[in-house]
């Protein structure tokens, strides 16, 4: 069956440290890949997205990786701040109508 | 600039009764739009998806209809709830790929 996959586990770290999420799929081959952060009783908002053709993408603190290979994105905070705490969670568009098939979300702490 | 709304932002309802969550787009024009419930450890779960006026897709056989009276309106509704009703609705535009997605800011259902 498809499926998508982000670390189940909550990730702790320490603030100025790099925290990186993982994204794995099964038996998809997406053309795009996209990160959103959500807050607790908020709506998720958009944050990168990323081609089947990229390799990486950059924006502000935060890359992306897309390796369709391994079939996986990684998702990095560099200078991490206790702001940056979250759920964040990667989508990958499926079908010809752009429906996105959504990860569960890895929550991530950034302690001061 | 594009903005969604979403109302209302909690909502307890008894079992068996009506429900209607409304979503508006405001500054763009013709957008696809998606209905979601988030459940706890479930993830974002697609409901509904418009592409036009009256057009609407259903992902998941349910208790809950769509419609799409106007462009930019997008409307949530059941004749009669049922406890598994219960969770947290969003509605969403997407424009274009590179911006992803926009969430409003969600509707905490509670069925009692």
């Known amino acids: 069956s498809q499926k998508i996959e982000q670390n189940s586990e909550a990730l702790n770290i320490q603030e100025g440290k790099t925290a990186t999420l993982t994204c794995n799929y099964t038996?998809?081959?997406?053309?795009?890949l996209q990160w959103y952060r959500q807050d607790p009783g908020r709506g998720p908002v958009f944050l990168l997205l990323?081609?089947?053709n990229e390799k990486e993408k950059r924006k502000e603190r935060l890359k992306v990786t897309f390796d369709t290979t391994l079939k996986q994105s990684l998702f990095h905070i560099t200078a991490s701040q206790p702001a940056d705490s979250a759920t964040y969670l990667c989508?990958?568009?499926?079908?010809?109508?752009?429906?996105?098939?959504w990860g569960l979300g890895t929550s991530l702490a950034v302690n001061p | 600039s594009q903005t969604i709304h979403q109302w209302p932002a909690t909502l307890v309802q008894p079992v068996g009764s009506p429900l209607s969550l409304e979503c508006t787009v405001e500054?763009?024009?013709?957008?696809?739009l998606y209905w979601y419930r988030q459940a706890a450890g479930r993830g974002l779960q697609l409901l509904f998806y418009?592409?036009?006026?009256?057009?609407i897709s259903s992902e998941v056989p349910q208790n809950l209809s769509a419609s799409r009276p106007q462009d930019r309106q997008f409307i949530l509704s059941s004749k009669k709830l049922l406890l598994s009703d219960s969770g947290f609705y969003l509605c969403?535009?997407?424009?274009?790929?590179?911006?992803?997605?926009?969430f409003g800011s969600g509707t905490r259902l509670t069925v009692v």
């Open positions: 990323i081609r089947e």
């Open positions: 500054g763009t024009s013709n957008p696809n």
């Open positions: 989508a990958l568009e499926a079908g010809n109508n752009r429906k996105l098939i």
């Open positions: 038996n998809y081959s997406p053309a795009y």
């Open positions: 418009s592409v036009g006026i009256g057009q």
């Open positions: 969403a535009w997407g424009r274009d790929r590179v911006y992803g997605y926009t």
